[in-house]
């Protein structure tokens, strides 16, 4: 089994700063892709943001790209979604989710590829 918790979404002003951060525990954090999805009130789940098992490779949606930044501390078991520039439109609930691939050798984007999931922070960004 593996445990993810969210924490640091919060309100914020458009124009502001947020770090979310994504505890794992349960299993070998470091062999495991992760990634950052968020969910708009009736919106389905999209994806935001991936980094490899490494932290060596990243990818993001276009809609973040240049404002969001993703990293993980594989020694802390943590990966953390830096937002900056922050809009209205980035408002949602954030996930963050473990690749259920061994060691994937890219990352992916897809809601189905992620096998664990947290319960989700909520980020909400005023005009």
């Known amino acids: 089994q593996v445990q993810l918790v969210e924490s640091g979404g919060g309100l914020v002003q458009a124009g502001g700063s947020l770090r979310l951060s994504c505890a794992a525990s349960g299993r070998t954090f470091s062999s495991y892709a992760m990634g950052w999805f968020r969910q708009a009130p009736g919106k389905e789940r999209e994806f935001v943001a991936a980094i490899s098992w490494r932290g060596d490779s990243t990818l993001y949606a276009d809609s973040v790209k240049g404002r969001f930044t993703i990293s993980r501390d594989n020694a802390k078991n943590t990966v953390y979604l830096q937002m900056n520039s922050l809009k209205p439109e980035d408002t949602a609930v954030y996930y963050c989710?473990?690749?259920?691939?061994?060691?994937?050798?890219?990352?992916?984007?897809?809601?189905?590829?992620?096998?664990?999931w947290g319960q989700g922070t909520q980020v909400t960004v005023s005009s």
């Open positions: 989710a473990a690749d259920q691939r061994y060691r994937r050798p890219g990352l992916v984007v897809t809601v189905t590829s992620y096998h664990y």
